[in-house]
């Protein structure tokens, strides 16, 4: 079985920051792609940031130059420095990642749990 396990989110002022966490766990043979993807009431589900094994980015243009992701290839782990936070970046945030489980020879998308980030003006 694969986890992904997120931490971090919470209640913050406009123009705060926070960090969420996400750590992958269980029978990975390897991680392709990993990254955040977020939802807000009534809207579709939408990629924040991913980054790949080989450190390559890309980040949806409403937080470009706000957002950071990064990456631990050896603890399997993701996270997501959102500083100068806005109102409409308050979303339900999910960690993704596209991996191949042991005994397996191909890619799955895993996603975890969520967690909340309300932006307060």
């Given at each position: 079985q694969v986890q992904?396990?997120?931490s971090g989110g919470?209640?913050?002022q406009a123009?705060?920051?926070?960090?969420?966490?996400c750590a992958a766990s269980g029978s990975i043979?390897?991680?392709?792609a990993m990254g955040w993807y977020r939802q807000?009431?009534?809207?579709q589900r939408e990629l924040v940031a991913a980054i790949t094994s080989g450190g390559m980015t890309n980040y949806a243009d409403s937080v470009k130059g706000?957002?950071?992701v990064s990456r631990d290839n050896a603890k399997n782990t993701v996270s997501l420095q959102m500083n100068s936070l806005k109102p409409e970046d308050?979303?339900?945030y999910h960690c993704h990642a596209l991996l191949m489980p042991r005994a397996t020879t191909?890619?799955?998308?895993?996603w975890g749990q969520g967690t909340q980030v309300t932006v307060s003006s």
């Open positions: 992904l396990v997120e919470g209640l913050v123009g705060g920051s926070l960090r969420l966490s043979f390897s991680i392709n807000a009431p009534g809207k706000r957002f950071t308050t979303a339900v191909r890619l799955y998308d895993y």
